[in-house]
């Protein structure tokens, strides 16, 4: 890298998604070798050559490390974008990590959102279900906030309902639980600092053009 050049800063969700993103980057020729090892405990990795870093951050805060320009592109999943609300240019669709947001619940849960009653709804995406709830289906709704194993909410009586990411419904499935309403598709998204735009506009355009060749159909 030449001796000027200011490192382009990558933040990727920890695990599936960060092997898929890491996959995409090495077929336009973008490799870090030391992020393959498997057993590496390691969080930030340098690919000095091409001024590139890369790190692994929990899914949720990469719409954080991105709006604060501690990392200048994100890759993310759509449902943890629209949970954050963060600022920042969403530019990508890579079109991996494909699912949809659902509400879910045992079929009896269906009429009570047909009929604007109170309903309790678990979710670990209490931002999402609250602006579906209120802003699109306008109905009273408590929701509930978890963290994982949401489908439990309604076997045990915790709630009526759940809002959750459903990819091929055998979660539901196994647990007596039926996809109700869906809220909209999710996929891995590219996300940029807004700053970062302007100010790394070639590198990061040339980089955005280079990933929408390689994007799976
Ligand atoms: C996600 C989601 C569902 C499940 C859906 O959970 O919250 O539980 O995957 O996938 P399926 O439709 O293919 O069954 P995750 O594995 O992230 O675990 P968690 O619920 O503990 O967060």
Redesign the pocket.
């Known amino acids: 890298m030449a001796k000027e050049m200011k490192y382009i800063t990558f933040a990727l969700a920890k695990g599936r998604l960060a092997k898929q993103t890491l996959g995409l980057l090495e077929q336009i020729g973008i490799t870090c070798e030391e992020m393959k090892d498997e057993k590496t405990r390691k969080l930030i990795f340098v690919n000095e050559e091409l001024g590139f870093k890369f790190f692994l951050s929990k899914a949720t805060d990469v719409p954080t490390y991105v709006e604060m320009g501690a990392a200048d592109i994100g890759v993310v999943g759509k449902d943890t974008i629209l949970e954050e609300g963060r600022k920042l240019y969403e530019v990508l669709d890579l079109n991996c990590g494909k699912?949809r947001m659902c509400v879910a619940g045992p079929l009896s849960a269906k009429e009570l959102l047909n009929n604007g009653s109170l309903i309790r709804v678990a979710s670990?995406y209490p931002a999402i279900a609250k602006d579906y709830f209120y802003n699109k289906k306008h109905q009273t709704a408590e929701i509930i906030k978890l963290?994982?194993?949401?489908?439990l909410a309604p076997i045990v009586g915790l709630s009526e309902v759940i809002v959750?990411?459903?990819?091929?419904?055998?979660?539901?499935?196994?647990n007596g639980l039926e996809v109700l309403e869906e809220i909209c598709p999710l996929s891995a998204r590219v996300v940029v600092n807004e700053v970062s735009m302007k100010m790394q506009h070639g590198r990061i355009t040339k980089l955005i053009q280079q990933l929408k060749t390689v994007i799976p159909r």
């Open positions: 699912c670990k963290n994982g194993s949401v489908e959750d990411i459903v990819e091929t419904g055998s979660t539901l499935k196994e």
